[in-house]
């Protein structure tokens, strides 16, 4: 099992920046997704869920409205749009499988960071 995020960088207050998360060794569309951030001194925290076929997503509060979810089965990608970025941002994103356990995550990428300043 393989996840590979790109798309990370440094933008100004107000960017956009699109994540990508390559997924391989494994059936990807069979498995839902998510995106997690790490921010200096802060724990992990879940942006962003999405289920297997992309019909039923879910944000956490501070992101609503700025960031959007999606994934392509076709192409093993999943995807994380982020809009009207805020110095708040600024962290490492992560892609995670979510595993068969309650709010378990078995597999995750090495991270892309976003750090937004001016």
């Known amino acids: 099992v393989q996840l590979v995020e790109s798309g990370g960088g440094m933008v100004q207050p107000g960017g956009s920046l699109r994540l990508s998360c390559e997924a391989s060794?494994?059936?990807?569309?069979?498995?839902?997704m998510v995106w997690v951030r790490q921010a200096p001194g802060k724990g992990p925290e879940r942006v962003s869920y999405?289920?297997?076929?992309?019909?039923?997503?879910s944000y956490t509060d501070s992101v609503k409205g700025r960031f959007t979810i999606s994934r392509d089965n076709a192409k093993n990608t999943l995807y994380l749009q982020i809009d009207s970025l805020k110095r708040d941002d600024t962290a490492l994103y992560y892609c995670?499988?979510?595993?068969?356990?309650?709010?378990?995550?078995?597999?995750w990428g090495q991270g892309t960071q976003v750090t937004v300043s001016s």
């Open positions: 995670a499988r979510v595993g068969s356990g309650l709010g378990s995550y078995d597999y």
């Open positions: 060794g494994f059936t990807f569309s069979n498995y839902d």
């Open positions: 999405i289920n297997t076929d992309g019909g039923r997503t």
